[in-house]
């Protein structure tokens, strides 16, 4: 039976600089590349709420959801029961008032990149490929 679930990303724009995040380099996924803050919705919670959580947690920044940004879709193998998923992304635009990032444990390092960087990465293949689908428009 496949999964269906639902996770949010935000991207924050600040000083005309975006925020991405580093994935440590001992995960499972994706180790090594950089990816929008963000993370899953839990159920019987909302998604601005869950996107708020997520960036709390992963930068210690908080956010306001600004608005919709764009829609990915991302299948992936879960790590820990090896279930099929198949995931919804909700990628949001969001405001914060600082750029004093603290990243949890999840991350190596954090940069704040302009958007001719963030398209260098791209083509350099650095940023995981929900966020390289969640630039594209």
């Not at 925020?19 to 839990?42: F, M, N, T, Y």
């Not at 959801?65 to 969001?94: F, G, P, W």
Request: glycine share 6%; hydrophobic share 40%.
């Amino acid at each position: 039976m496949t999964m269906w679930g639902l996770t949010v990303r935000g991207i924050c724009e600040l000083n005309e600089k975006v925020l991405l995040l580093k994935i440590r380099s001992r995960s499972a996924h994706d180790a090594g590349r950089w990816e929008i803050p963000g993370g899953k919705v839990k159920k019987c919670e909302f998604f601005d709420e869950a996107l708020k959580r997520e960036y709390l947690e992963e930068t210690g920044l908080e956010v306001d959801v600004d608005s919709l940004y764009n829609v990915v879709r991302n299948d992936y193998t879960a790590c820990k029961t090896s279930e099929e998923i198949k995931s919804i992304q909700l990628i949001m635009k969001v405001a914060c008032e600082s750029d004093e990032v603290v990243i949890s444990d999840e991350h190596d390092d954090y940069g704040w990149f302009s958007w001719d960087e963030v398209n260098d990465m791209i083509s350099k293949d650095l940023l995981t490929v929900p966020a390289v689908n969640a630039f594209k428009k």
